[in-house]
């Protein structure tokens, strides 16, 4: 863990405490751009690379492979905007994770199913949003646009594989 408290300080053990697997709840491959994003059972994570089949899949240096959201924010994300829900296409992130607040591996690795990846940031929302949702969409996905991650290890992934801390 780089920049984070000392080895077994009270916060690193916090840190570091058990925490509950999450579950992969969706898959979304954007094949180019401006093209709808397409909903898959399951996708297969390329190692430095991305999601096969996604228009990102290794275009993109540094981290940004994989863009993952929680599902619980977009219901948050519904709620700002008035609406009963938002489809995760709407987002044009690759993966929904429920069950797991995706900042707590920050700075660290996890695995969905037997794939390994690896946090590398947050993933802000970017103009699109207020084409996508009209005014106030950028603002109503701040701080609930999820992370990135680069893929370790590649493998498989399918929709109910747990997300877990590696």
Known sequence: MTNGPPPGSPLARLL???MAPGRLAWIGLRPARRAPVLA???AVLVPGEGLA???WRGAVTGGRQVTLVAAEHL???AAYLGLEAVAPERLRRNLVIAGLNLLALKGRR???GDALLEHSG???PCSRMEEEFGPGGYNA???HGGITARVIEGGTIRR???VRRA
């Open 122 to 124: 947050e993933c802000h």
């Open 16 to 18: 570091d405490a058990p």
């Open 160 to 162: 109910g594989d747990a």
């Open 53 to 55: 089949g996604d228009r």
């Open 40 to 42: 898959a059972e399951a």
């Open 75 to 77: 219901a948050a994300i």
């Open 141 to 143: 996905v701040r701080g």
């Open 110 to 112: 996890f695995a969905i």
